[in-house]
């Protein structure tokens, strides 16, 4: 009897184990079919002219803010505006059960991980050169030019045609997507508009893997819903770009101003005038005695015996920036005209700098500093900036709180302050900004000391931004942030306020599988955004 029961045992664990391994197999297939949306098997067979890297992927986890690293699963090097388009196709044929997204990254500049896709694709855009710049040069001059072309180089190119982009940020090392993407302000914008406002045509690849052309007579909707849009609603491959006569030098002047209401009436009072400069920006110094000096390696003082008398005495002061483009056979009108303007201006007549540079020397100013840096280590490292929005009538109040009680130490980097014109800018853009006709933009550009505990340590300088985003919503100042970064989509919500809705509907419309930009953080692949 003892052997048959064991024989029926042994038969009954047969079927057991049977029944388990049976089991087993059947999950790993369920899984295998369940990953094989998620892992890189099916990218690497992608019919692409370019490459998808998946090993190499550690710098595509990075980015000038140096504070945020999600390593991708691959990045993806295009030679052609197909393959990105191929790409993001495949990853849409692969519906809502991959978990695979696709971030655009330009230049790296972004600062609180925008442009990273984590275990998602990181399309590298600077490897984008197709097509190649195309100029016309009739009436309205423009350029054709890929999206991961940077704007340096477009600077370059279009003075061979006497020519030149009307509108610029202040740094120039950057791609045409990823500006585009934002908005791109600089001391033009009040007289041009952003670099939004001087786009007549895009090519863009939507979250469907469709690459559609777009302006403001073709697939409309689409145009205004990319620029200033994030990066939510397709990837920028080429762009159309406004173009003015280039000149050949510029005029370039500093002054100081101990009293903010004179500083902000007369940079209000001299964008209002066409004419009178062609950039204008302003920033504050904190506590820094020794500016004039630092200024007289590249600047001239109008009157050196008075400017080597003045002192400071710790209090904040306000600089304006004003620089007119001119030709060298306009030097003298030039002159004059700089004079007279300069006339009616209520600044510390002590503190006029001049200096004369070429058109190209004063926009690639920024990468002047940024060799400097490099040079001395501090140029990767954290980067808190904090950029904003605020209206005009809200602006001095926000001066003396900030200015006055929660900054009142050396600053650790620009803070930019300065006023645009709010009829420069397309209000069917996707781009936010506040209701009133003028508005300043405050830029707290920062930089972090690692391995600092005190002022200048990133969690001082974190603490600081806080600060001042707590009281401008005690306040009911009206602000909207610049480059925008929030962690909850409530928060985006009340970001775009009444314009939510549009942006949700154009989210629905172009990519309604949240495939694009999840560094923005604003959707979640696969979970409902309505």
Not at 186 to 207: C, D, K, M, R, W
Not at 435 to 454: H, K, Q, W
Not at 478 to 501: I, N
Request: aromatic share 10%.
């Amino acid at each position: 009897m003892r052997y048959p029961l064991a024989s029926f045992i042994t038969k009954n664990n047969m079927l057991f184990w049977r029944s388990i391994m049976f089991m087993f197999l059947t999950c790993i297939s369920i899984r295998t079919q369940f990953c094989c949306s998620s892992n890189p098997s099916s990218l690497r067979t992608l019919a692409i002219n370019g490459h998808l890297t998946f090993d190499e992927v550690h710098d595509a986890a990075k980015d000038f803010g140096n504070r945020l690293q999600m390593l991708p699963l691959a990045v993806l090097h295009p030679k052609s505006v197909s393959d990105i388009a191929t790409t993001i196709k495949h990853i849409w044929q692969l519906g809502s059960d991959s978990e695979i997204t696709v971030a655009a990254r330009g230049h790296g500049h972004s600062l609180q991980g925008q442009a990273q896709a984590h275990r998602g694709i990181v399309i590298n855009m600077e490897a984008l050169r197709s097509p190649e710049m195309h100029f016309y040069t009739g009436m309205a001059p423009y350029v054709d030019v890929s999206g991961g072309e940077l704007w340096i180089n477009v600077l370059h190119e279009s003075l061979k045609y006497g020519l030149a982009p009307k509108s610029w940020t202040d740094y120039l090392h950057l791609t045409i997507g990823g500006t585009l993407s934002n908005a791109g302000i600089s001391g033009q914008a009040f007289h041009h508009g952003p670099q939004i406002s001087n786009v007549y045509q895009l090519e863009v690849v939507t979250g469907k893997g469709e690459v559609l052309n777009c302006s403001e007579k073709q697939n409309s909707d689409l145009f205004y819903s990319v620029l200033g849009g994030l990066g939510q609603f397709g990837i920028i491959t080429r762009a159309r770009i406004s173009l003015e006569a280039a000149p050949q030098k510029v005029k370039w002047i500093r002054v100081l101003y101990s009293d903010f209401t004179t500083f902000a009436r007369d940079q209000e009072r001299l964008i209002a005038s066409d004419n009178a400069f062609d950039y204008i920006e302003g920033f504050v110094t904190i506590n820094r005695t020794g500016l004039l000096n630092n200024w007289r390696s590249s600047f001239d003082p109008q009157d050196p015996v008075q400017a080597s008398q003045f002192r400071s005495d710790g209090k904040t002061l306000f600089c304006l920036e004003l620089v007119k483009y001119f030709n060298t056979d306009e030097t003298k009108k030039v002159n004059e005209d700089v004079t007279n303007q300069l006339s009616q201006l209520g600044y510390i007549k002590s503190t006029l700098f001049l200096t004369e540079v070429s058109y190209v020397e004063f926009l690639d100013r920024v990468h002047v500093s940024e060799i400097k840096l490099r040079s001395k280590g501090l140029w990767e490292v954290p980067h808190p900036w904090l950029n904003l929005l605020i209206p005009k009538s809200k602006i001095q109040a926000f001066a003396v709180e900030v200015f006055g009680d929660i900054l009142t130490e050396t600053s650790n980097g620009p803070i930019l302050i300065y006023p645009v014109n709010k009829s420069k800018w397309d209000d069917r853009t996707s781009a936010v900004i506040p209701e009133e006709d003028i508005f300043y933009l405050v830029a707290f550009l920062s930089s972090a000391v690692p391995s600092s505990t005190g002022t200048d340590s990133l969690e001082h300088i974190l603490n600081q931004n806080r600060r001042i985003l707590e009281f401008c919503e005690t306040a009911n100042l009206g602000v909207k942030q610049y480059l925008p970064h929030y962690t909850t989509q409530e928060e985006w919500r009340a970001h775009f306020g009444p314009r939510w809705e549009v942006f949700v509907q154009r989210k629905s419309t172009y990519d309604p599988l949240a495939i694009l930009a999840p560094g923005q953080r604003i959707f979640q692949k696969a979970i409902p955004f309505s």
